[in-house]
Nanobody
Framework: VQLQASGGGLVQAGGSLRLSCAAS????????MGWFRQAPGKEREFVAA????????TYGVSVKGRFTISRDNAKNTVYLQMNSLKPEDTAVYYC????????????????????WGQGTQVTVSS
């Protein structure tokens, strides 16, 4: 099982990035998927999650209204569209899979997630 996150980079404040998380070795169909981030010296923070049916999403307070999570089960890929980026969004972003077993649930706690990607760096300059 491998989750490969990509799409990170350096962007100016106010800009946008789109992260992708491609799964290999298994199918994400049946798992809720989430994005988390961790900045240096800080704890891992919940960013967004989406149910495996795609009908339910939930966001962290600091990103709500600016970020959008989506998924394409046929492509075995999850996305995170990040708009209006701020310097405080600078972090390593990780995708993760949660075999929650319900098509309408997406959980926020990192302990619920079984599989994790390697992370992609996002740096927002002021």
């Amino acid at each position: 099982v491998q989750l490969q996150a990509s799409g990170g980079g350096l962007v100016q404040a106010g800009g946008s990035l789109r992260l992708s998380c491609a799964a290999s070795g298994y199918t994400i169909n049946g798992d809720a998927m989430g994005w988390f981030r961790q900045a240096p010296g800080k704890e891992r923070e919940f960013v967004a999650a989406i149910s495996w049916g795609g009908s339910y999403t939930t966001y962290g307070v600091s990103v709500k209204g600016r970020f959008t999570i989506s998924r394409d089960n046929a492509k075995n890929t999850v996305y995170l569209q990040m708009n209006s980026l701020k310097p405080e969004d600078t972090a390593v972003y990780y995708c993760a899979a949660d075999p929650v077993g319900s098509p309408i649930v997406a959980r926020r706690g990192p302990a619920e997630y079984d599989y994790w990607g390697q992370g992609t760096q996002v740096t927002v300059s002021s």
